[in-house]
């Protein structure tokens, strides 16, 4: 699990990969709990986004997002307020059965 927890590293995000492992993924880690919206520019591989709060419940998710392929790029926003926005890639909320209000565990000291 690779962290983005300053401006640069969750404005670079996922950008330009070709690739993801199926059992990797990207936590972006913000300063305060507000809505979130992310956009796909320059991102060459669909994802999966979860939100979470300050909790680490799941709040909102965004399942199967495709490349932006044409600008501008459309947003993707979260549905409540989240802190964490799990980027992982597409198909992978649904085949592991994430559902609202599952936690997010994680083992980093964030």
Known sequence: ????TDNAQRQRG?????????DHGML?????????????KNTLIPLDMLYFDEQRRLV???QNVPPCKVDPCPTYPSAAPAI??????????SRMGFTPGDVLKIDADI
Request: proline share 10%.
């Open 14 to 22: 996922l950008m330009m990969r070709q690739s993801l492992p199926a």
């Open 28 to 40: 972006f880690v913000f300063p305060r709990t507000e809505p979130q919206a992310f956009w796909m």
């Open 1 to 4: 699990m690779e962290l983005a």
């Open 84 to 93: 964490y926005v799990l980027e992982l890639p597409a198909g992978t909320a």
């Open 60 to 62: 909102s998710m965004q």
